[in-house]
């Protein structure tokens, strides 16, 4: 196994991370021949964990020892997004609406997906997002442009052979019926997953995303999250190229929503089989914290669309969101020597000195000055300030 690997494994046993550590090496037990006794091992120790109280989960450090020792001498290997031909190549895609009272374009755009990459679609609500997400599943018509799918080995002719190695989770999931169990069970058979592979395929889903617990239950008992994690479990079992979801963060709550997003990133950038992952959002910093590429749609206009590390690189002002006790006049006044914008953006202003003001210089003038805060984000690199119409 790669040196950095067994690094990360070894520190979250260290740290007692038993909820990263656990899905790591359940997903290192499917992707390598780890053997039948580790492999047991490695389920048994997912498994306590799942169950443990708080109480028992201290015990759980000498075995998550004894298995990073166990999977130290994997024959790791990833093969570089860069180095792989590209999951989606689209270009110049555009799709204009004629319904309605007014109009709506989602103007000509170039969208580039890669093997191990997160890309995030952003913006706000009736901006273009998921109209861009279907033109990319093949559900919409793009009035101009063309897609391919160079990585999928598929001609692109042949639309059967390209869609069924990729899946689009929309924002209202359909319902189905019976238990959750059976419904996995019966999905990963049509798509080829039978027999004894199959039985070993479900349970590795259902304890790899914690759905154990809830396997004999059925749609109506189940939560909205837990209805996505479904959605999620049937699409990892057909191993697809790429998946696309609409608002998947919409409904969950905010341990859940880190949970899952640390799930895609497992998964995206799995060892030996990853995939692309195209998800929009409105929850703009969680989505930034894990994709690789942003896409920022704004009344139809791509007005950023690149790498998530290089926006902003070339600003010349720096922009902060704060709230306390102050207003607009005392930031006037106490940054008076600087150039200054001040928007209020409802529970928040939105403030944007010069780039020399950094965020560590602009709290200790706020703080010497008297002024109280309660909250503060430095937002100079994420694309939330173009949700600011003043910026």
């Not at 020792?69 to 004629?98: G, H, M, W």
């Amino acid at each position: 196994m790669a040196a950095s690997l067994h690094e990360e494994l070894n520190t979250l046993a260290e740290q007692g991370d038993y909820s990263q550590l656990s899905r790591k090496l359940l997903d290192l037990s499917v992707e390598y021949p780890l053997g039948s006794a580790t492999e047991q091992q490695i389920y048994d120790f997912r498994k306590s964990y799942l169950y443990a109280t708080e109480a028992s989960k201290e015990s759980l450090g000498h075995t998550a020892g004894i298995l990073v020792q166990a999977v130290k001498d994997i024959p790791f290997s990833y093969n570089q997004a860069t180095e792989e031909p590209l999951v989606c190549d689209a270009r110049n895609i555009s799709k204009r609406f004629y319904s309605g009272r007014v109009p709506f374009a989602l103007q000509a755009l170039d969208v580039q997906l890669k093997f191990g990459e997160i890309t995030g679609i952003v913006g706000e609500n009736g901006n273009g997002k998921t109209t861009l997400l279907r033109i990319l599943a093949g559900e919409l018509a793009s009035d101009t442009g063309h897609i391919s799918y160079p990585a999928l080995k598929a001609d692109d002719a042949n639309w059967y052979d390209v869609k069924s190695q990729f899946v689009f989770i929309p924002q209202r999931i359909p319902r189905w019926y019976g238990s959750l169990l059976d419904n996995l069970r019966f999905f990963a058979s049509i798509h080829g997953i039978r027999d004894v592979e199959n039985n070993k395929q479900v349970e590795y889903i259902l304890f790899r995303l914690g759905l154990d617990k809830f396997r004999d239950l059925k749609w109506n008992e189940l939560s909205s999250g837990y209805r996505l994690r479904f959605e999620l479990a049937k699409t990892i079992m057909r191993r697809p190229k790429l998946i696309l979801l609409d608002e998947p963060l919409a409904n969950l709550d905010i341990n859940a929503q880190q949970l899952f997003l640390q799930d895609l990133t497992f998964f995206a950038r799995s060892a030996k089989h990853p995939l692309s992952i195209v998800l929009s959002s409105q929850q703009l910093h969680e989505v930034e914290s894990i994709s690789n590429n942003i896409i920022f749609i704004k009344q139809g206009e791509t007005i950023y669309n690149g790498n998530q590390t290089s926006f902003a690189n070339e600003r010349v002002t720096n922009t902060f969101e704060v709230s306390g006790t102050f207003n607009r006049e005392q930031l006037q006044l106490i940054f008076a020597a600087h150039s200054i914008k001040i928007e209020d953006a409802g529970t928040t202003t939105v403030v944007t000195v010069n780039k020399e003001i950094s965020n560590d210089i602009f709290l200790q003038t706020l703080l010497s000055n008297k002024i109280s805060v309660s909250y503060f984000r430095d937002i100079s690199t994420s694309t939330r300030k173009l949700f600011h119409k003043d910026i």
